[in-house]
């Protein structure tokens, strides 16, 4: 889903990496966790033949993330300063210590075996029609997750990834100023990118090419500058999502640097089982149509489109549609009613072949207490009759929306306001805050205010319909065009709602965050919106009892707990949980079980650490 790297900020970052040029200090490469290769690699079964599965680690979405050549991105070396080559930047080791998760060699999906996620966009630039040969992210690096212990590598199709793509960006950075800057590095990287008899004419256009690049990275300096003090670190596991997506959109493709916002709201890369269902998605419940929001992450990580010319080509972009509508219904199944089940992409299950087994007799005490404390938001247990239908009857409980058009049901989100469930509010009032300027002539409605030829938006509303126009033109100039039937279909067979918050009172809007079902939660640490809570007991305790900062960057895997370890380790990041953006305040079991005496973000009693380990082994369950 919502898991985007905006490309202008790939390249944004090229600029302070790069001040050595004229200074006497080489910069040093980003620290880095030290990672044990495990030993083997076990892959949950979660409804995917292993074709499905590697056909969605590399389908293209469209994308051009990074923001260099595709030549040049597999030639390019680590940015270490040495004489003889460290090794290559887009070596499988050496990008897991990024958390990219290592990639199967295929000569059809993957022939130079790049991380999961990774994919080939060849084409040309809708905008200019300049030929394009770039690798780009997918919803994969984002949505899949290896958890380690003892060992074992456990992958989790789905799950929310472990990347630290602010390193990885700097990386890239010091490995593109490297290599310019360095007469012997360029003659490696010249021969691996133009071969072993090219001339001396094709090596002086490819140096006069990093220098162009580098130059256009420079120019950005000034805004990073502006933006550095509103910006909240993202680190291992987190990205700010919604933000990025503006930037690259209303930013760089339009051209319009007043639209860059700083990101403010990192959130923890959400998992995605069971979601094309939902009937609305977001952690803020922004978007309703699984198209647009799909089309929009392919945006947000950098698909042309082009927002300039003639009306015939206005819109036109790299994304192939029809890609993401496959994507999505891999993910999504058959319709899980009247078969009262999931299917498509399914929630794993704890595996106890790898991880120590659950505590049968602690967990059945827990299970009473989700009914107490869990349940009246977070549905009842996927896998009970409870949850597909009333006890008592044939017909489906109230969670599950009305049968719509195409004869579907959708499972209704609870929306809990922000002021109730307490937890950092960063994430859904500044989407709600954010205005963008947007060209007359693109013909996007419902404007706040009109400056002659530009026009000022909600960003929500904005970028709802700029996503649809895109996927409009595809189906519109597709031969033969696409029938309405089908576009129906492909968008999930649901309106392009947009919205910045739920009804509160007198008329007003107020901001929320879904609660959805808690099916495979112990793979998807760190938790709360914007990872700000480490481990699935930690989440449980009082305020008090949760860690104020605590590192994330590691894999192994705490099965007590449930959640990564997250002592200090060279090279993880820091959660500074005192920062707006980071705070782990909210969803807290504690002091008064009486509704009128509790403070916002307080849901229940203090559960005890037995009740708390109880909850805990119950959850596994799931």
């Not at 929320?512 to 481990?535: C, E, F, M, Q």
């Amino acid at each position: 889903m919502i898991h985007y790297v905006a490309g202008r900020l790939v390249r944004a970052a090229l600029a302070p990496a790069l001040l050595w040029l004229s200074g006497c200090n080489i910069p040093q490469p980003p620290e880095l966790p030290s990672l044990v290769t495990p030993a083997r690699t076990v892959w949950l079964d979660q409804g995917w033949t292993p074709q499905q599965r590697q056909w969605y680690h590399h389908a293209s979405q469209g994308t051009s993330t990074i923001p260099v050549p595709y030549a040049w991105f597999v030639a390019l070396e680590r940015p270490e300063f040495s004489i003889r080559s460290p090794g290559l930047l887009s070596d499988a080791d050496y990008l897991a210590r990024f958390g990219f998760i290592r990639g199967t060699l295929d000569p059809q999906h993957n022939p130079d075996g790049l991380p999961v996620g990774f994919a080939r966009t060849a084409g040309h630039d809708p905008s200019d029609g300049r030929a394009i040969d770039q690798a780009g992210l997918t919803c994969a690096a984002c949505h899949t997750a290896q958890i380690d212990y003892k060992g074992t590598a456990i992958l989790v199709e789905g799950g929310p990834a472990l990347l630290d793509l602010g390193k990885f960006r700097m990386a890239l950075a010091l490995s593109v100023g490297l290599t310019e800057k360095l007469p012997f590095r360029f003659g490696r990287f010249a021969e691996r990118v133009l071969g072993p008899n090219h001339t001396a004419e094709q090596e002086t256009q490819l140096k006069k090419a990093l220098g162009k690049f580098i130059k256009r990275v420079e120019a950005l300096q000034a805004i990073e500058r502006k933006l550095a003090a509103a910006e909240v670190e993202e680190g291992f596991g987190r990205l700010d999502a919604l933000n990025r997506i503006g930037n690259e959109v209303f930013g760089m493709q339009m051209g319009r640097m007043d639209n860059v916002a700083a990101r403010s709201a990192p959130v923890a890369y959400p998992h995605i089982w069971d979601s094309g269902w939902f009937d609305w998605v977001q952690y803020n419940g922004s978007i309703e149509q699984p198209m647009v929001r799909n089309a929009g992450e392919a945006m947000g990580v950098r698909a042309f489109v082009n927002f300039k010319g003639d009306t015939s080509t206005l819109f036109k972009s790299t994304i192939p549609v029809d890609n993401l509508y496959k994507i999505e219904a891999l993910l999504m199944g058959t319709p899980p009613l009247p078969q009262r089940k999931f299917n498509g992409l399914l929630a794993p299950s704890w595996p106890d072949r790898v991880l120590p087994p659950i505590d049968a007799a602690l967990a059945s005490q827990g299970a009473t207490l989700y009914r107490q404390h869990c349940q009246s938001c977070h549905f009842p247990p996927v896998k009970s009759p409870e949850f597909w239908s009333k006890p008592s009857s044939a017909d489906y409980p109230s969670h599950w929306a009305r049968t719509n058009a195409a004869g579907q049901r959708l499972l209704r989100m609870p929306m809990i306001p922000v002021e109730r469930i307490g937890t950092d509010p960063a994430q859904a009032l500044d989407m709600k805050a954010r205005t963008v300027t947007i060209p007359a002539a693109l013909g996007i409605r419902g404007e706040l205010a009109t400056n002659g030829t530009i026009k000022t938006y909600a960003f929500g509303p904005a970028l709802g319909e700029v996503v649809e126009k895109v996927v409009n033109h595809w189906y519109d100039t597709q031969i033969p065009q696409v029938p309405q039937a089908d576009r129906d279909r492909m968008n999930g067979d649901r309106g392009n709602g947009i919205r910045d918050g739920i009804a509160g009172p007198n008329g007003t809007t107020v901001a929320a965050y879904k609660a959805r079902p808690l099916d495979g939660i112990w793979a998807t640490a760190p938790y709360l919106h914007n990872g700000s809570v480490p481990t699935l007991y930690d989440l449980l305790s009082p305020l008090n009892e949760r860690p104020k900062t605590f590192y994330l960057g590691s894999r192994e895997f705490d099965p007590v707990k449930v959640g990564y370890q997250s002592h200090k380790i060279a090279g993880a990041f820091a959660f500074d949980t005192s920062k707006r953006g980071n705070w782990n305040s909210g969803h807290l079991f504690d002091t008064s079980s009486d509704p009128k005496r509790r403070a916002p973000g307080i849901l229940g009693p203090r559960l005890t650490p037995q009740e708390r380990a109880a909850l805990v082994e119950y959850l596994k369950t799931l």
